[in-house]
């Protein structure tokens, strides 16, 4: 009888010790892919804040700028140094972001990252020509690194749950005798 109850609880341990390998794995691979992915956030966000300062940041300002004066006449002699304005304009607004991200640890992490980037009521208001590109330009840069945030968020979401379900079954295995006295185990808890 005596053996049976020692296998059993040599099963138990072996179980434990299993459960204790995958969390601990599972602890460092959510560490590793969220540093990862944060890192590549962060060369993306430097990325475009050098592409907003070259011809292409002011070409696609410049466009923006023609999308929206469609028809409109006498902004001609003004429209490049505009547009030069708000590819300037949009390089510190994305360095500002790569600063929050720094700050920013990554669990706390979220969609909330973005605020304040667009007006809200925006057309509550009568808006000027200027305010309006430069809206147009954070929706197609929120339109670039809002996945990103995403992906982070949902894979946390989701690792998290998976740790969660291990550390639950961990403490499902748990022997009773290896509790910390006035510790109160997961038997005593169902009762």
């Known amino acids: 009888m005596a053996k049976r109850g020692n296998v059993a609880r040599l099963e138990a341990t072996s179980i434990k010790a299993d459960l204790e390998i995958q969390l601990d794995a599972a602890n460092k691979?959510?560490?590793?892919k969220l540093t990862q992915s944060v890192e590549f956030?962060?060369?993306?966000?430097?990325?475009?804040?050098?592409?907003?300062?070259?011809v292409n940041g002011y070409m696609q300002a410049r466009s923006t700028y023609?999308?929206?004066l469609f028809g409109e006449e006498g902004f001609e002699a003004e429209l490049p140094a505009k547009a030069n304005l708000q590819a300037r304009g949009m390089a510190s607004i994305v360095k500002g972001l790569a600063k929050k991200l720094d700050k920013t640890h990554v669990d706390d992490l979220d969609e909330?990252?973005?605020?304040?980037?667009?007006?809200?009521?925006?057309?509550?208001v009568e808006r000027t020509i200027d305010e309006v590109v430069q809206q147009l330009l954070v929706i197609n840069l929120l339109?670039?690194?809002?996945?990103a945030i995403d992906d982070i968020v949902s894979f946390r979401v989701s690792t998290d749950e998976g740790i969660a379900v291990l550390q639950t079954e961990l403490l499902n295995h748990?022997?009773?005798r290896d509790a910390i006295p006035g510790q109160?185990?997961?038997q005593e808890l169902d009762v």
């Open 184 to 186: 109160m185990t997961v």
């Open 112 to 124: 909330s990252f973005l605020d304040g980037l667009l007006i809200e009521d925006f057309a509550l």
């Open 174 to 176: 748990a022997d009773p």
């Open 66 to 68: 023609e999308q929206a």
């Open 143 to 147: 339109q670039n690194i809002g996945p």
């Open 41 to 54: 956030l962060k060369s993306q966000l430097e990325i475009a804040e050098k592409k907003y300062l070259t």
């Open 29 to 32: 691979a959510r560490g590793d």
